[in-house]
DNA sequence: CTCCTAAATGATAGCGCTGTCATTTGTCAA
DNA sequence: TTGACAAATGACAGCGCTATCATTTAGGAG
């Protein structure tokens, strides 16, 4: 294995000294074009890679994006990944994924163990840091997104939307369309999933609809087989319901499957509305209806704008709200029957 | 903010050199215990965190685990990841992945950005690097591990299983069940999927049932959406079939979504199986059979290689067969009735 | 030409830690 | 008590880079 190249290597090959061929680097603007020039050249002849450690270290600052999430295989996140990863990885800074598995004392302890790396920027999910965590976050000099969701008081920026105004529009649709005995499905729940309840309950209220007969909640984690089984759980406990609104889609699907299953007609018996629109809901049978949420576009958002701040471009808008759209679909087209 | 406490502020409240507050973190048994408690004590006290970009500057190593995957989104490689990070998150170990979107030249340009920062081990995924990536982690002096199929010839360590063989037994579960025109659906033809293929057309071949007609191939990334077009694709091709492999649960889904869509029975008129046994499968109507695979104990097993290496533990077994198992439900449970 | 200013380049000193080798301390046999 | 050896601890240099300040060069104005 050849000896690493350093920067020093360079700076004798270009005959300029070490401290020009980092600046040729990292801000190229500053150095005379035929200099620069010259730099690159045998940088690339000698495949130079600079020396991130000795960077960081230097710089106290890294190329670091720390990014906490609560899960890793929750679909909804896994698309901001990707989103997130798109738009780093033509730039020189890493992405770094903390899981916190919904737990805010998980989340504050990574927040201690990023912080104490200088990252470049940081992206977390929601809003709803311990009193430490915030701290800590409003103290760490490097810029900051809050992601899933909006509020007032962020701590530097945000990109979400409003969980609550998305748990009602549902709520509204459902009654639109003619069902009245309307239950909600909820797994796990998180700040996000209790503020969507909470949307749906106010509208369901304020329509004298609400019966909390109807609500059916686990802390166990969303899977389609939840939603089989909050739909039996449901159906042992009254007959008397006309849709679900579902927390999550994959509960969604199980509700469907259930539902074909005990022969329940759908939309006819009961209409059916997941949350987030992953690709499945539209080709399953029937097209089961669903609040789109843009989590990708969400990555990508938050991590531009991390980027940019470090760039030091100034935030033109520090709390982005991406919306979401109730799509609705065959499993909430009720026939014209009594409701 | 108060400044940052460095080794040396350890070293000083305990009354030490730095070299032996640095010993006590990392080795502490050669550091006598009193001593050893004492700095512990200070340590807790003021709460210090070693700079991770000084230890890689000095020690020439980082605490970087990478890690090399195809897709951030997909099902198959999100599983894996949780047991990397459930195994790595106990340590001092950090994991930085890096998405290859399925491309070899992709893997080797993040293979060398990772080799260039020194990391404490590498976890790839397939058999099928370029000549060059190989020659890189062949040079490499971390530790290696192979992850999602078995072969001979490993780099260094292996995790996974044959994907030819789990091919060839869904292949022969379906003959065993009474199929005879068995369809093969397959998306986005990675190395792994084209092995799956691979071993189901060795073991309709040995069978005298092969048709290429009854294969359905597409570049395209595998989802639900896709199973229901590639049904509707085949069945205008032909009508003479009876079963389809799905090269991944979601087609399957698709599958089973179409066939209701056109009432087509399954298992009689049409048998179905998937590939990986998400937990959905379990749940649908029918229940899906599909072939499980091991893909979270992947994840920890890899990650447990490799910190194990790095720790200098002898390998017992460089190549690990996870196995797999083909999982027969309904949709594979056909009725008698002539073939 | 000279002087002044800005642009370009360089010299120097660390960033916080660990590798290496040197020194001190402790233990035990003779 | 002494010497030999291992265990424990320390001194020092330097990892590869960048922040900071110093110096040189270039480009006009007078």
Known sequence: MPRKIRLTDVAEAAGVSAIT???????????????RERIQAVVDRLGYVPDPAARALASARTNVVGVLIPSVTNNVFTDVLRGIYATAETTDFRIQVGNT????????????IFLSQRPAGLIV?????????????????CPIVQI???????????VGFS????????????????????????ARMDPRSQRRLAGFV????????????????????????LGCEMTSELLS??????????????IAVGVLFECQRRRIAV???????????????????????????????????????????????PIAEPIVDLGFEVIGRESTRRGERPA
């Open 267 to 313: 939309p006819d018996d009961l209409g059916i509305c997941g949350f987030n629109d992953l690709e499945m809901m539209a080709v399953a049978n029937p097209p089961l209806t669903s609040v789109r949420t843009h989590r990708e576009e969400m990555g990508r958002r938050a991590t531009r704008m991390v980027l940019d701040a470090i760039a030091g471009a």
């Open 125 to 141: 999910s929601g809003i709803d840091q311990t009193e430490t965590s915030v701290t800590l976050m409003r103290q760490a000099d």
């Open 21 to 35: 061929v980092s600046r040729a680097l990292r801000k190229p603007e500053i150095v005379s074009p035929a200099v």
């Open 148 to 158: 899933m969701e909006t509020g007032d008081r962020p701590i530097d920026m945000m």
């Open 202 to 225: 106010s509208v369901v209220k304020a329509a004298g609809l609400d019966d909390e007969t109807l609500l059916v909640t686990t802390p166990r984690s969303s899977s389609v087989t």
């Open 237 to 250: 406990r009254t007959s008397n319901v006309d849709a679900v609104i579902c927390n999550n889609d994959d």
């Open 101 to 112: 598995r919904y737990s805010l004392l998980e989340e504050e302890r990574l927040l201690r």
């Open 163 to 186: 969980h609550r105004d998305a748990g009602a529009a549902a709520a509204r649709h459902m009654i639109e369309r003619g069902y009245r005995r309307i239950a909600f499905f909820s």
